[in-house]
């Protein structure tokens, strides 16, 4: 998948959220909005409530696309050697598009209230939601290879050793330039600093790059670099002040992503359960949809 083709698969995954939410709360706003003992009254409470036609629809359809988003993407991770296909950082981009969607239908599906056993599956299900975004921004900074291995802090080391000589050599970068662009990736103390702490440095050393690479443009402008030869430039510096912080975070990150697992997991796993044991009682009770 070249550039190009990965933000149409990405702008597609956002558009159809985005459409399926609006078009649900533009159809259903007038029923949602009402108070519950009201809602009997309303002429789309046929359809749109829990067991009704749409409704139910919309808790059926939203399952099946948590249960498809997370067995696709273990499947393609555990089992590489028979499922190839595609790129891993992909196939968790599909995981985490069904894993939304699915959600916000299930949320049409409650009908916006919240009773009974099944609303533990339902905090669970945001829970694992909530988690999955901060999971995706820890995971983010931990650099992988296309099949999705993490990298060694030895593998980062020498990309930065071949961007160095890429920039002296190709770029003639001074001397001075490189050795400040190499002090901004010494972090000093930080390396001894807890994970939490870690994460708030990672925002700010986001800020202080901004920064650096806004003064290296004025700078590099002034030795007569412009143009595409100055964004490409720029380009490459920034690779490597991302590549320096990341090799100072580098254990604290995958330690973090190890205990997320811990929170991420059990969560999606009392979910599914008390939704098998609720898609049973509503079966039980004759609630079998269109079938
Ligand atoms: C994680 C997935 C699901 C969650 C969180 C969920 C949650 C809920 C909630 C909160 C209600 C309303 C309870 C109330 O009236 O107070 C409900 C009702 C209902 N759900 Fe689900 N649901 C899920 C999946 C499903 C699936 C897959 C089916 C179908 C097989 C289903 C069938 C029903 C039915 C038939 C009702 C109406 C029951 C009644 O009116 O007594 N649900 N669900
Ligand atoms: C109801 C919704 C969701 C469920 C049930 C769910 C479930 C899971 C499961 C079972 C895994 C595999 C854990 C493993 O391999 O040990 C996983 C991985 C992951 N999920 Fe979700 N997830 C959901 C939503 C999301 C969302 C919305 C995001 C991001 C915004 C997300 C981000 C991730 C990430 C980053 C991983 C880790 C991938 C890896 O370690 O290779 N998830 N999820």
Redesign the pocket.
């Known amino acids: 998948m070249n550039k190009i083709t990965h933000r149409i698969y990405i702008s597609g995954f956002l558009l159809i959220s985005l459409f399926t939410t609006v078009i649900l709360v533009y159809y259903g706003y007038s029923y949602y909005s009402l108070p519950i003992e009201e809602r009997f009254f309303h002429p789309l409470y046929e359809l749109l409530?829990?067991?009704g036609l749409l409704?139910?629809g919309f808790?059926?359809i939203?399952?099946?696309f948590?249960l498809l988003g997370v067995s696709i993407y273990m499947i393609r991770k555990r089992y590489k050697k028979i499922f190839r296909l595609g790129k891993l950082k992909h196939w968790l981009e599909f995981h985490i598009f069904l894993c939304s969607l699915?959600?916000i239908l299930?949320l049409f599906?409650?009908?916006f209230?919240?009773?009974?056993l099944?609303?533990v599956?339902?905090w669970s299900?945001v829970a694992v939601v909530l988690s999955g975004v901060i999971g995706r921004f820890i995971y983010i900074q931990i650099p992988r290879t296309i099949q999705g291995n993490e990298l060694t802090i030895d593998d980062l080391m020498r990309q930065n050793t071949s961007i160095n000589d890429q920039l002296r050599t190709e770029y003639a970068i001074q001397s001075s330039t490189l050795s400040k662009l190499d002090d901004a990736g010494k972090f000093g103390s930080i390396s001894r600093q807890g994970h939490l702490h870690k994460l708030f440095f990672l925002f700010e050393d986001k800020w202080s790059n901004y920064l650096l690479l806004n003064k290296l443009r004025f700078e590099l402008k002034a030795t007569g670099v412009e143009g595409k030869d100055l964004k490409i430039l720029l380009k490459i510096i920034k690779t490597k002040l991302v590549l320096q912080r990341r090799i100072v975070l580098l254990s604290s990150m995958k330690e973090l992503f190890r205990y997320w697992h811990v929170a991420h997991l059990p969560f999606a796993i009392i979910?599914?359960i008390?939704?098998l044991i609720?898609?049973g009682v509503?079966?039980t009770?004759g609630?079998?949809?269109i079938f």
């Open positions: 409530k829990p067991s409704g139910h808790g059926i939203g399952s099946i948590m699915g959600p299930v599906h409650t009908s209230k919240f009773g009974g099944v609303s599956s339902f299900m979910m599914l008390i939704m609720h898609v509503s079966i009770f609630y079998t949809w």
